[in-house]
């Protein structure tokens, strides 16, 4: 068995309190609003703030859904999925993003040197960049760790300990899966969800977060079958590809040299 | 311009015939100035095993001296149009005119670069093939990098995704290109000993009469002496075989 852990997203539980949104900040000293300086605002729907952001690591989102037979009120739990096969830690030029103890993608800000790549190969979307100067370049990835000052000392991470619904739950992950499957089945047969189902158990080789949604993934607005993106695999190719072709040249260069060294006769070079 | 080198009894009057003007060498300078930086900065962090040294704050002052260098790099062409705007124009159509003696000359390079048979060469006019493969890679890669270079700078997070992951593709590819291109002019314009003169043009600007007969037949004798003397050494060559 393998000693992996994940956190389990219970969504028919979910009350969107937001109270998750709120001890994240906290554990985590992210700022949330602050007259002035950091302002909310209000679209019309209860999500806030719009979307994650460097000081939002995680976030209700707020999705309605009427299919003809009942209407539903979806809320998600937004934040970084720690993939088995994460496209941030594979582009990511300083390994600031790693693959840590019990598959949690960690990260390290001080290593990161802010070239934003992670925020640009997510297939979620997740790591946000906080752009300290854009005509510099200084900037700083940001996105949920799963507390891993928490739960690498055996602690749950902060929003799961908070969660007054019993829609969190952390450990391993098998038996995070196993949880979320007996849910599903309970969502289907009593309670009429026919639609329920387990996402993450497979996407991307496994994520770090398994919910139990009670609608199609797309209701929620996550992808179906989330992919790897194709440019990070070729970056993959053309790091290696790339310094092999300078080796390459380089050493041709020198052995012509010596080749040259022989054949030319300087008397005769003008 | 001459030069005299004189010994006990006799002088040898050398032809110094011009080349580059002051601005082009000076440009030519800055332009590798800019370019080794940004290759360098660029190359730690497109190379995993130099993560290291990309890390945290030295890795966003690489970043930072990888944009100044970049601002001269693309300065240098702009400050040239200004500067020496018919210069430029005239070397640009230089650039571009490739004819059937750069077939000859790619045939030849081996030969001649590499084993030193001076017969193979075909006449080639101020800058040969391989001068003006070099020119228009590092014109490409100007345009490629700025564009690719600039929607990153400043356009990340505000254009899609796959848009900026395609960016970095085509800045990765054109500087594995420029860099390899580098490589070989460095070889051939510094380290060649045919080619020494090479890197005294660029210092002072002048070629000998005796280079340019050698290097660059076409611009020394003109078109159609210089096609009359490659023929008649074709023909005596047929003959000898």
């Known amino acids: 068995m393998s000693d992996r852990l994940a956190m389990y997203i219970d969504t028919s539980k979910c009350m969107a309190c937001r109270g998750c949104q709120v001890a994240c900040k906290q554990w985590n000293d992210r700022r949330g609003y602050v007259p002035g300086e950091r302002e909310t605002r209000n679209t019309g729907s209860y999500e806030n703030p719009l979307s994650l952001d460097p000081e939002t690591w995680t976030r209700i989102t707020f999705h309605e859904l009427d299919d003809g037979e009942r209407f539903q009120w979806l809320f998600l739990k937004e934040g970084c999925m720690h993939c088995t096969h994460a496209a941030c830690v594979e582009v990511c030029p300083t390994h600031a993003l790693k693959y840590g103890p019990h598959g949690i993608v960690t990260y390290e800000r001080d290593l990161c040197n802010g070239c934003g790549y992670c925020s640009q190969f997510c297939p979620f979307h997740v790591p946000k960049l906080e752009v300290i100067n854009r005509l510099t370049g200084e900037a700083k990835s940001s996105k949920c760790v799963f507390c891993q000052d928490r739960t690498t000392n055996g602690l749950k991470p902060a929003c799961v300990k908070t969660c007054p619904a019993g829609a969190l739950d952390w450990g391993e992950r098998d038996g995070m899966i196993a949880q979320a499957q007996s849910r599903v089945e309970l969502l289907r047969s009593a309670q009429g969800f026919a639609q329920a189902n387990v996402y993450g158990e497979t996407q991307l080789g496994g994520l770090g977060r398994i919910y139990v949604l009670t609608a199609p993934p797309a209701a929620y607005g996550l992808p179906e079958n989330p992919k790897y993106p194709v440019m990070a695999a070729v970056q993959k190719v053309l790091q290696p590809l790339g310094q092999v072709a300078f080796g390459g040249t380089v050493l041709a260069a020198i052995t012509a040299w010596i080749i040259a060294r022989r054949n030319v006769r300087m008397e005769e070079v003008e | ?241």
Do not use: C
Not at chain 2, 117 to 123: A, F, I, N, S
């Open chain 2, 1 to 241: 311009m001459s030069v005299r080198l004189r010994d006990r009894d006799s002088a040898i009057a050398i032809r110094w015939i011009p080349k580059y003007t002051t601005l082009e060498r000076v440009l030519h300078w800055v332009h590798t100035a800019a370019f080794l930086p940004l290759a360098l900065t660029g190359f730690a962090i497109f190379a995993p095993w130099l993560s290291d040294i990309a890390q945290g704050a030295a890795g966003t002052h690489i970043r930072l001296i990888h944009r100044v260098a970049a601002i001269i790099f693309g300065g240098v062409p702009v400050l040239y149009a200004i500067l020496q705007p018919r210069r430029m124009w005239m070397n640009a159509k230089e650039f571009l005119s490739f004819g059937k003696y750069d077939l000859l000359w790619l045939k030849g390079a081996f030969p001649y670069y590499v084993l030193g048979r001076h017969g193979e060469m075909p006449p080639q006019p101020r800058f040969n093939t391989g001068e003006r493969l070099t020119a228009v890679v590092l014109v490409l890669g100007t345009i490629v990098f700025g564009i690719t270079g600039l929607t990153m700078w400043f356009l990340k997070g505000l254009m899609p995704a796959w848009l900026f992951q395609l960016m970095l593709f085509g800045h990765d590819i054109m500087f594995l290109i420029t860099f390899i291109m580098f490589i070989i002019h460095f070889y051939l314009a510094v380290i060649h000993p045919m080619m020494w003169q090479s890197l005294v043009s660029m210092r002072f600007g002048v070629v000998s009469e005796s280079y340019a007969r050698e290097h660059h037949a076409l611009w020394y004798y003109g078109e159609k002496r210089a096609k009359e003397m490659w023929e008649a050494h074709q023909a005596a060559h047929k003959d000898q075989t």
